[in-house]
């Protein structure tokens, strides 16, 4: 018995001390952060990490927020990421939809006819944030029925992720009774699970974004308990030297000045890479995703 | 091209570039030419808060120089919350009770998602208030601005089209304010295929929940005429002659495809006229630089001067004015906003390096 106390207090303090101890890998990892920060090259960086580890990845993605407008799907970039071996899951909100009150009925017949109401229509289209629950819902469904499964979704800039992790809360609270507030409810319940959500919320190193990435977690922080990380992008602190100019020893000094300033609050910064194509890059920042686990 | 001062300015962009301190600076730039100006933002990042020490969301409020020059500016600051602009709506409508409603009260929290239909409302007040030469408009990022670009056609559908598609499954209950007699009437409407479909609807919404929801769509009905007036907004915004749309963008920000795609995609509302702004130039600074041939140094200065030009290239093929504004290594807040003004201030042309 104290053997195994020992050995178990052990194994705690190596995973909490020895950094070579890799972290528990979540079933679902949130990307966000404001726009133009690098969240889909990291994103789709970090799926082709954990699928080189061999795990199950599904890169994530939401292609239209109304049921009237067309998906945007672009052959050509889905054709590019997955020749880097990356699986790609373009979401699409009619067939979330319809896939969920189907199942709800149990009549695939009776809920392409509902999605199609001009009733339902305006439904979804008049409550706010009513799109953002059903692509959740989707992704925890795609979660729930392969447990295997692991889920990184490039998810809408910073006050689109708001609205949508707020509107599943919204929901629970607006319906009150009935098969949507019990799924809201099994929703949230299952996102506040531990080691299953991690939200990575990206940043450039200023003062500024990351103030800004600070904001967001605070806000997200306010109702939930998920495990909410900030990381730097395009760092370009590695590329320090003596014989940099002064505007570029500024802007590094800056940098760490802003950094500094958060100290502790961004555990990682990437860097600021030289590669010379998208593809590239991906391939050239997939190594270092372990440290966004 | 002069750069001429419009009765609307309006601010977009992805987000992260600066976009809220290039309006505030350019509406600081504007007071100090003696204009009176109201700065209204969406997106409020704590910073702006703090800058000029506002405690209060959701109204106008007069700011001192935030470069105490001992100069008065006649300056207000306004942070959108939804909830103050609904009750502001109800009150002019004479329906305060809507306030009570479970479910207004849960969509018109921030983040509840009707933030850019309530913004283009409070932008229509506060001209109605006539107080104001101009009013600068930060909006809120990414697609986020979209959505407000498309809200005044979404008000319309929503009022329009939505509703009457409701009530005509539902019933006039609208206009009978009589609960008893106004059930009574909707049990009347509801026809066999509706009442299926509401009883399909119910087995997933539960069964509380569409009545609420009829209850929370009549509250809304009533401040239609205010939302309906906001629309007569649209001409003046969409008017070239009247606005000045400004789209920021930043070296720092990958995100050249995603800019172009705003234009495309904005359905006519970023046009040629819109003026770019790209944030956080350092070519010039780069050009001066000399590092050694094929170092490492070397490929720095080419991937981060490429970075740059191809930005530049792309909104300079695209839209007719660009404007650009240099990075600022001062990291106070203060001094880099003051630095910006400055940038605003000499902007006699546009089309090049201010």
Known sequence: ?293 | MDLETKQFEIFSGTGGVGKTTLATSRAISLAQQKKRVLLITIDPSKRLKDLFQLSHEGIAVKVPDPFNQNEELDLQVQIMNPQNTFSKMAELAQCTEVLDNRILKILTKPYGGLNEILALVELNLQLKTNNFDVIVLDTPPGNHFLDFLDSTKRIRVFFDKSFIEIFHYLGKKVEYENNSFGKKIFTKFVAGGVKKLLSYLNKVTGDKFVDEFIDAIIAFYKTKNIFLDALTLQQSIMNTNESNWFLVTSVEQNKIQEALDLKNNSKGMITDKTIILINKCIESDLLTWMPIKDSANDQLKKVLLQRELKLKEAFNKTFSSVINFPEIYNVSPIEHLKELTNSWNHTRSINGQI
């Open chain 1, 1 to 293: 018995m104290y053997q195994v106390l020992t050995l178990s207090f052990y194994l705690q303090l190596c995973i909490c001390f020895n950094p070579n101890v890799s972290e528990i890998i979540k079933r679902f990892y949130i990307f966000t952060g404001k726009g133009g920060v690098g969240k889909t090259t990291l994103s789709l960086s970090f799926s082709k990490y954990l699928s080189s580890e061999n795990k199950k990845v599904q890169y994530t993605y939401f292609t239209n927020s109304k049921l009237e407008e067309s998906p945007h799907i672009e052959k050509s970039m889905i054709a590019q990421y997955e020749s880097l071996g990356i699986n790609i899951n373009p979401l699409e909100l009619a067939s979330c939809a319809q896939g969920y009150i189907a199942k709800k009925l149990n009549s695939k017949t009776i809920a392409s006819w509902i999605i199609r109401t001009p009733f339902f229509t305006s439904l979804i289209n008049m409550i706010p944030g009513f799109n953002y629950v059903i692509f959740l819902g989707q992704i925890l469904q795609n979660l729930e029925d392969d447990p295997n499964l692991i889920v990184v979704l490039d998810a809408p800039a910073s006050g689109h992720t708001l609205t949508m992790l707020e509107a599943t809360r919204n929901f629970r609270n607006i319906f009150q009774n009935g098969a949507i507030f019990d799924d809201t409810n099994t929703m949230l319940n299952r996102m506040n699970e531990k080691n299953f959500l991690k939200i990575n919320i990206i940043t450039i190193p200023t003062l500024l974004s990351i103030q800004e990435a600070i904001e967001l977690k605070d806000e997200i922080s306010k109702s939930n308990t998920y495990e909410i990380e900030i990381y730097g992008n395009y760092s370009l602190k590695t590329h320090s030297n003596s014989d940099l100019p002064e505007f570029l020893t500024k802007k590094i000094e800056n940098e760490q000045f802003a950094l500094d300033s958060s100290t502790k609050l961004i555990p990682y910064n990437v860097d600021f890479m030289l590669s010379t194509s998208e593809s590239c890059l991906i391939k050239d920042l997939a190594p270092s995703m372990n440290n966004l686990v």
